[in-house]
């Protein structure tokens, strides 16, 4: 069973930035992975996802020019940096993982993800 642990979330102001990771037990390269995340009241929502390989990442509409994902498959992480942070970026994130060579929208499913981190918060103040 893959272990993932999120870091990275804090608290930062309107137009900042943070770097969320997530660390993963065995090899990254054997998983999609992904980012999503829920705020209060809300329910879980699809963030973001790199393919097993790294050669493709997915966004939602929200994030994309904003939201940036990479993988360093020599420290089984990957990365969500995200950039021009609004508060209704305000979020708990959660890192995810298949062991399916998924394609959108299939990666929109959070059904389609075998193992979940324990989640990072990320505050924006306006």
């Known amino acids: 069973q893959v272990q993932l642990v999120e870091s990275g979330g804090g608290l930062v102001q309107a137009g900042g930035s943070l770097r969320l990771s997530c660390a993963a037990s065995?090899?990254?390269?054997?998983?999609?992975m992904a980012w999503f995340r829920q705020a209060p009241g809300k329910e879980r929502e699809f963030v973001a996802a790199?393919?097993?390989?790294?050669?493709?990442?997915y966004f939602t509409d929200s994030v994309k020019g904003r939201f940036t994902s990479s993988r360093d498959s020599a420290k089984n992480t990957v990365h969500l940096q995200m950039n021009s942070l609004k508060p209704e970026d305000t979020a708990v994130y959660y890192c995810?993982?298949?062991?399916?060579?998924?394609?959108?929208?299939?990666?929109?499913?959070?059904?389609?993800?075998?193992?979940w981190g324990q989640g990072t918060q990320v505050t924006v103040s306006s």
């Open positions: 995810a993982a298949t062991p399916y060579g998924a394609t959108w929208p299939a990666l929109l499913l959070d059904g389609l993800y075998r193992y």
């Open positions: 065995e090899y990254t390269s054997n998983y999609t």
């Open positions: 790199i393919s097993r390989s790294g050669g493709k990442t």
